[in-house]
């Protein structure tokens, strides 16, 4: 990737707290002008990573280059650039939605029309001060005052937890017009379909070190998954050895299955026959598309976390 198409550009980064290592040796490229989705479990090392990036963080080893800039050092030259929205804080308790709006736009030189932004995030017909709007109008709020600088660059910290479906879709069209307009998006987000509507670019870390990364289509692939119920703990082996090659099978929570690959008539044969030899009916039998969050849960694992 050429470097003037690089926003991001993350190598060897560490970051450790005492004895906790957040990040150890975390490499990956954000590309500019499209919407890069950083994901993984809780404490994977996405919000240490974007606050390296933002510049609130040093990093112990390694290098963070936003536009070829180091965000600490050069933060008063990356300021009218980058766009912050923080899970909290940053936003005067005592202040309504609109004057805080009007107050950040006042200090850019070319902001967005405030009076579209309220419109577009619902803000009109919240008369509350900060300190007393419900979670989803603060969210708004806050992924308002991200953009309202008309930033070349923008970090979505989980931008549309707390609202409503109708919200959470005004706010998807106004992340999706930021990339028609150039901006990059970087967002980290629990909600995989968030990610996979949204997302060009997919990176996915565990324990602080990247999983994978890649286009989201890519990473989807386009394979098929088979889904059925049956008795729990079946033996899957002999299931295995039916399969066209490249396919997989498992079994997560006890007794929902599913077949990974290219779903087609030797794959429904192959089930099948192993059920008939089990002396087992498979139920609820459904097929689809290989999800986002099927290539996370793969990846980062199905089991609970502390």
Same mark, same amino acid.
């Given at each position: &990737?050429?470097?003037?198409?690089?926003?991001?550009?993350?190598?060897?980064? %560490?970051?450790?707290?005492?004895?906790?290592?957040?990040?150890?040796?975390?490499?990956?490229?954000?590309?500019?002008?499209?919407?890069? %989705?950083?994901?993984?479990?809780?404490?994977?090392?996405?919000?240490?990573?974007?606050?390296?990036?933002?510049?609130?963080?040093?990093?112990?080893?390694?290098?963070?280059? !936003?536009?070829?800039?180091?965000?600490?050092?050069?933060?008063?030259?990356?300021?009218?650039?980058?766009? !912050? &929205?923080?899970?909290?804080? *940053?936003?005067?308790?005592?202040?309504?939605?609109?004057? &805080?709006?009007?107050?950040? $736009?006042?200090?850019?030189?070319?902001?967005?029309?405030?009076?579209?932004?309220?419109?577009?995030?619902?803000?009109?017909?919240?008369? $509350?001060?900060?300190?007393? &709007?419900?979670?989803?109008?603060?969210?708004?709020?806050?992924?308002?005052?991200?953009?309202?600088?008309?930033?070349?660059?923008?970090?979505?910290?989980?931008?549309? %937890? *707390?609202?409503?479906?109708?919200?959470? =879709?005004?706010?998807?069209?106004?992340?999706?017009?930021?990339?028609?307009?150039?901006?990059?998006?970087?967002?980290?987000?629990?909600?995989?379909?968030?990610?996979?509507?949204? $997302?060009?670019?997919? !990176?996915?870390?565990?324990?602080?070190?990247?999983?994978?990364? #890649?286009?989201?289509?890519?990473?989807?692939?386009? #394979?098929?998954?088979?889904?059925?119920?049956?008795?729990?703990?079946?033996?899957?082996?002999?299931?295995?050895?039916?399969?066209? $090659?490249?396919?997989? !099978?498992?079994?997560?929570?006890?007794?929902?299955?599913?077949?990974?690959?290219?779903?087609?008539?030797?794959?429904?044969?192959?089930?099948?026959?192993?059920?008939? %030899?089990?002396?087992?009916?498979?139920?609820?039998?459904?097929? #689809?598309?290989?999800?986002?969050?099927?290539?996370?849960?793969? =990846?980062?694992?199905?089991?609970?976390?502390?």
């Amino acid at each position: &990737m050429a470097r003037a198409e690089v926003a991001v550009e993350i190598t060897d980064l %560490a970051v450790s707290y005492g004895s906790t290592h957040a990040l150890g040796g975390l490499s990956f490229e954000v590309p500019a002008g499209q919407i890069t %989705a950083l994901l993984g479990p809780n404490g994977a090392g996405k919000t240490t990573t974007i606050e390296v990036c933002e510049g609130y963080l040093s990093p112990d080893s390694g290098s963070v280059r !936003v536009w070829g800039l180091d965000p600490v050092r050069d933060c008063a030259a990356l300021r009218p650039r980058v766009g !912050v &929205m923080l899970q909290d804080g *940053g936003i005067y308790s005592s202040i309504r939605a609109v004057p &805080m709006l009007r107050h950040l $736009a006042s200090f850019y030189a070319n902001p967005l029309d405030v009076d579209d932004l309220v419109a577009r995030l619902g803000l009109g017909g919240v008369r $509350a001060t900060y300190r007393r &709007m419900s979670g989803g109008e603060k969210q708004r709020l806050a992924l308002a005052c991200a953009v309202v600088g008309r930033p070349d660059l923008v970090f979505l910290d989980e931008p549309s %937890a *707390g609202m409503d479906p109708q919200t959470r =879709l005004a706010a998807w069209d106004l992340v999706e017009q930021l990339r028609a307009d150039g901006v990059t998006v970087v967002l980290t987000t629990h909600l995989i379909d968030e990610a996979e509507r949204l $997302a060009d670019q997919v !990176v996915i870390i565990d324990h602080g070190r990247l999983v994978t990364s #890649g286009p989201t289509g890519e990473l989807v692939g386009g #394979g098929g998954v088979l889904s059925f119920t049956a008795s729990e703990g079946l033996d899957l082996v002999p299931l295995r050895t039916r399969l066209p $090659a490249g396919a997989v !099978v498992l079994e997560g929570p006890p007794g929902h299955y599913r077949v990974e690959g290219e779903v087609g008539p030797q794959v429904l044969s192959a089930v099948g026959s192993w059920a008939d %030899a089990l002396g087992v009916s498979p139920r609820d039998i459904s097929t #689809g598309r290989r999800s986002l969050e099927d290539v996370f849960l793969d =990846l980062t694992g199905r089991e609970l976390r502390s």
